[in-house]
């Protein structure tokens, strides 16, 4: 009777996983049927790690679908305020591991925010014509990070 419970145990699983892979497959046939060039494109998106004090801000993973800079703005009130550093233009796709100078010394304690800026087509920043880039649901693609004592020695780039 146990062998029995087992085999159908194992039998169910198969058939599950086969009806879940044919499933997905359609699901990503549709997905790619409504994409008249084949190409999914991926979402803005940005990581940046704990800090330790300094003049600069090391961004490990920034994607910008259509090219632009990352911003560093202090916090005020809890918000992104004063604009402290701006990356080089950088190109569509992802851009990882650079650092972005800051113009005041950072301390600890100190909570600043990077931001994703789109360029307007001049090669260089202004806060008043380069917009926040958007994320799928229309919101700023930005991260909030603290100045801390000490980082681990893997998120520290000379």
């Not at 699983?13 to 084949?38: A, G």
């Not at 979402?43 to 910008?64: C, N, R, W």
């Not at 990352?70 to 190109?91: A, M, N, Q, W, Y």
């Amino acid at each position: 009777m146990f062998t029995i419970v087992i085999l159908l145990i194992i039998a169910g699983f198969f058939l599950l996983n086969s009806f879940l892979k044919k499933n997905v497959l359609d699901l990503n046939t549709v997905n790619l049927e409504k994409n008249s060039t084949n190409i999914i494109e991926e979402s803005a998106s940005l990581f940046v790690p704990q800090q330790a004090s300094g003049t600069e801000v090391f961004i490990e993973k920034a994607f910008l679908p259509k090219g632009g800079y990352v911003v560093i703005h202090k916090e005020k009130d809890g918000k992104p305020g004063e604009v402290v550093g701006v990356s080089k233009l950088l190109k569509s796709g992802p851009n990882n591991n650079f650092t972005v100078e800051i113009s005041k010394n950072s301390i600890e304690g100190d909570v600043f925010y990077a931001m994703l800026y789109g360029g307007n087509g001049d090669g260089k920043f202004d806060i008043t014509t380069d917009k926040p880039t958007l994320d799928n649901s229309g919101n700023p693609v930005f991260i909030k990070f603290n100045i801390v004592k000490s980082v681990p020695p893997n998120k520290i780039i000379k």
